[in-house]
């Protein structure tokens, strides 16, 4: 199976900072460990599924999908990406490849 977008974001799976070379020694490195966090939740909330792309035990309510896609291009969006440091351009491309494919019942399992 071919690696997911927030797979190669991050590194592999949900591990933000390890993968990316943080480690907890600074307090930056724990910062962009937090704030990648936050991005990787949002994303888990707009499609229900994890960063490997595979579905969330309890899926997100309607609600809760529908306010992660808003945040996605917001400045909130924008300055998490920035803490997180990760450019928010590609991020964003992705995010709305993933929404089309999602919209037209293309989203499956591993393919996040």
């Given at each position: ?15 933000f ?13 724990r ?8 991005l990787l ?29 808003r945040w996605?291009?917001?400045?909130d969006?924008?300055?998490?990406c ?14 709305l490849h993933?929404?089309e ?9 591993g393919?996040?």
């Amino acid at each position: 199976m071919s690696r997911t977008f927030l797979e190669r974001l991050t590194g592999h799976g949900s591990n933000f900072g390890e993968a990316r070379g943080l480690s907890d020694k600074s307090e930056g490195d724990r910062a962009k460990r937090l704030w990648g966090a936050v991005l990787l939740e949002q994303w888990r909330l707009a499609f229900g599924c994890d960063a490997t792309g595979m579905k969330t035990a309890v899926p997100p309510k309607g609600h809760e999908i529908d306010a992660a896609r808003r945040w996605f291009g917001s400045r909130d969006f924008e300055a998490v990406c920035d803490l997180a440091g990760v450019d928010p351009v590609p991020v964003y491309v992705e995010f709305l490849h993933t929404l089309e494919a999602a919209r037209a019942g293309e989203l499956v399992e591993g393919a996040a």
